[in-house]
T-cell receptor, first 112, second 114 residues
Framework: GESVGLHLPTLSVQEGDNSIINCAYS??????FIWYKQESGKGPQFIID?????DKRQGQRVTVLLNKTVKHLSLQIAATQPGDSAVYFC???????????FGPGTSLSVIP | NAGVMQNPRHLVRRRGQEARLRCSPM?????VYWYRQLPEEGLKFMVY????????ESGMPKERFSAEFPKEGPSILRIQQVVRGDSAAYFC????????????FGPGTRLTVT
């Protein structure tokens, strides 16, 4: 069945280093992917998205890479800051369906 | 522009009682989604509604759970005869028309069943 999963459940990085969070998906029909950040006690916050006709998209300090060949998605955070500490979820969606399928999440801890 | 609002933020119910969770979408948004999150887990889709219509309820448990989004007022997620397994955080998201690609989440309601 459909699934979106993460390779690493936890990640610790030094402040200032770059972070890479990985995600695998199995539904080849998914054509829209999103990364969310969830801080403790709060709702998920949209970070960046990418459509399947792209393989890279950049935002402010964040970059999402999509490799459709191996069904892999990654989120890169440049110069990681303490405020980046949170749980990060990848999510997928098919254009023809309305629901978003979330992966289990990766907890990012930034060491000052 | 106020974000998605949910209330209450915390709700405690005894087994067998009813829980009502409210969600007010962002201004101009006509699509509402409900998700459930168990501790240490991701969000699970429950239901997608537009005004006065349930579009996709494939994630809703068959019994005890219902949702509505009336013409006026907030969307309501209703859980009848709650059980301990219903304890979770329930998040609402909204998106603008025509189709909900980018969803904006509320702060969630944390339901505890004692």
């Amino acid at each position: 069945g459909e699934s979106v999963g993460l390779h690493l459940p936890t990640l610790s990085v030094q402040e200032g280093d770059n972070s890479i969070i990985n995600c695998a998906y199995s539904n080849s029909a998914s054509d829209y992917f999103i990364w969310y950040k969830q801080e403790s006690g709060k709702g998920p916050q949209f970070i960046i998205d990418i459509r399947s006709n792209m393989d890279k998209r950049q935002g402010q300090r964040v970059t999402v890479l999509l490799n459709k060949t191996v069904k892999h998605l990654s989120l890169q955070i440049a110069a990681t800051q303490p405020g980046d500490s949170a749980v990060y979820f990848c999510a997928e969606k098919e254009t023809s369906y309305d629901k978003v399928i979330f992966g289990p999440g990766t907890s990012l801890s930034v060491i000052p | 522009n106020a974000g998605v609002m949910q209330n209450p933020r915390h709700l405690v119910r005894r087994r067998g009682q009813e829980a009502r969770l409210r969600c007010s979408p962002m201004k101009g948004h006509s699509h509402v989604y409900w998700y459930r999150q168990l501790p240490e887990e991701g969000l699970k889709f429950m239901v997608y509604l537009q005004k006065e219509n349930i579009i996709d309820e494939s994630g809703m448990p068959k019994e005890r759970f219902s949702a509505e989004f009336p013409k006026e007022g907030p969307s309501i997620l209703r859980i009848q005869q709650v059980v301990r397994g219903d304890s979770a955080a329930y998040f609402c998201a909204s998106s603008p028309p025509p189709r909900g690609y980018e969803q904006y989440f509320g702060p969630g309601t944390r339901l505890t069943v004692t």
